[in-house]
């Protein structure tokens, strides 16, 4: 049975890393989910690739016609931001295991929107001191960097990913990322047990 599994975790955890490098195994044959959001692509991202970066009117439009599965609005230092999961075409269960990144919010409202049945996560987790670390170097090479930003998502995380939420939402898969490799390894091991 082809899945959709959805990598998750605290921000700079490593989320795209692993993504990018997942998504070059061509054995594992995942196809990306792409989602939606409304905020500012940073330098080196593009359109279609890490998201579809659309306006606030543009995603009202995907809640009219029924094909939000899910949203979230980020009240940031530069105003609402909000990401989404649109039931777009994208997915074909029917020929294809997918590859998402998402919040525990997202991941949930994906699995009751597909089925728990096929809907897989995968927790990311690194010591807060190297998140801190990353998310830091990230914003440094920024052309604009959003230093306010980067604080509001690392406190913010705490309570999103919470010890409780993990649990409450039966997420078992949990991976260390300090060491890449090694993490992706072991996330390819439970993809290809899931086959």
Not at 30 to 56: N, Q
Not at 126 to 152: F, I, S, T
Not at 159 to 182: Q, V, W
Request: charged share 35%; net charge negative.
């Amino acid at each position: 049975m082809n899945k959709i599994y959805v990598i998750t975790g605290k921000s700079s955890c490593g989320k795209d890393t692993v993504f990018r490098e997942l998504l070059k195994d061509e054995s594992l044959k995942l196809r990306k989910l792409v989602g939606y959001t409304t905020r500012p692509m940073r330098d080196g991202e593009t359109e279609g690739e890490e998201y579809h970066f659309v306006s606030t009117r543009e995603l009202e439009d995907f809640r009219l016609k029924d094909k939000l599965i899910e949203c979230r609005n980020y009240d940031t230092v530069h105003g609402i931001w909000s990401y989404a999961t649109v039931d777009d075409g994208q997915v074909k269960l029917q020929k294809k295991s997918y590859l998402y990144i998402g919040t525990l919010e997202s991941f949930e409202a994906i699995r009751k929107y597909y089925g728990k049945e096929v809907v897989v996560p995968f927790y990311l987790q690194v010591d807060d001191g190297l998140r801190l670390q990353r998310a830091l170097n990230r914003e440094r090479n920024q052309e604009n960097p959003k230093y306010q930003e980067m604080c509001r998502r690392f406190l913010a995380d705490e309570e999103d990913f919470s010890e409780e939420k993990l649990e409450e939402l039966g997420i078992t898969n949990r991976f260390d990322n300090t060491n890449l490799t090694e993490c992706i390894e072991q996330i390819k091991e439970v993809i290809k047990q899931e086959k």
